[in-house]
């Protein structure tokens, strides 16, 4: 089973839509989750963390469910410009903190 | 924000050749570096973690012979991919933590260095 899994799409979806991504982890130690933005060729940028109470950013909202090991993302009111590979990264206890990035789930906002 | 850069952002190299990666942390000292390689359609993964002035802690099935990492400065780590072969050819990208480390502390990651080998 690998460390981080999710599904890596793509996800088609039309303007001003509502879409989630699921994210599941193996390791039941894990201590900090995160989901980042990749854009097509460039560097991830991290989008925001995922606290255990929930936490919500604008029209992004992350959640955290530690007993299912597996963190979400939701985006409402899709814009063309949240078109880009949304990558579940999870870190691990330890001095050097470990962190494993999932594949990443494509993001595709249709006009 | 944190800014950190690499250079080259691309290199085309002949097979047998040795390429040196440089990453940097422009404007915070990063006593941690890590750098991560990333094929076509692929998750970013591990290669090494760098340490100021300590020895890289290398992932499992990566060779510390063939990918020398330097972490000589609080501001610098360089990677040297050694006899460079095709199958080396990926995205190679590094990333800082700023000090002190803690749960949350974001990493900011380098622009990516693309490295292709004939």
């Known amino acids: 089973r690998k460390e981080v899994e999710q599904d890596p799409g793509p996800f088609n979806v039309p303007e001003g839509a509502t879409v989630a991504f699921n994210c599941t982890y193996s390791?039941?130690?894990?201590?900090?989750f995160f989901w980042y933005r990749q854009d097509c060729r460039k560097e991830p940028k991290l989008l925001m963390s995922?606290?255990?109470s929930g936490n919500e950013d604008g029209r992004f909202t992350a959640q955290l469910n530690r007993a299912s090991q597996y963190i979400s993302l939701l985006i409402r009111d899709s814009k063309l410009s949240d078109s880009a590979t949304y990558l579940c990264v999870v870190k691990d206890l330890g001095g050097y903190q470990k962190v494993t990035f999932g594949i990443g789930t494509k993001l595709q906002v249709i006009p | 924000g944190a800014v950190v850069s690499q250079h080259p952002s691309r290199v085309i190299c002949k097979s047998g050749t040795s390429v040196k990666i440089e990453c940097r942390s422009l404007?915070?000292?990063?006593?941690?570096m890590f750098w991560y390689r990333q094929f076509p359609k692929k998750s970013l993964m591990l290669m090494a973690t760098?340490?100021?002035?300590?020895?890289?802690?290398?992932e499992q099935g990566v060779e510390k012979d063939k990918f020398l990492i330097n972490h000589a400065s609080l501001t610098l780590s360089t990677l040297t991919v050694t006899s460079a072969h095709p199958e080396d050819s990926s995205f190679y990208i590094c990333s800082a933590r700023d000090r002190p480390a803690s749960s949350y502390n974001e990493q900011f990651f380098g622009p990516g260095t693309r490295l292709t080998v004939l």
């Open positions: 390791n039941s130690a894990s201590q900090s």
């Open positions: 760098s340490n100021e002035g300590s020895k890289a802690t290398y």
């Open positions: 995922v606290y255990s």
């Open positions: 404007d915070f000292q990063a006593t941690t």
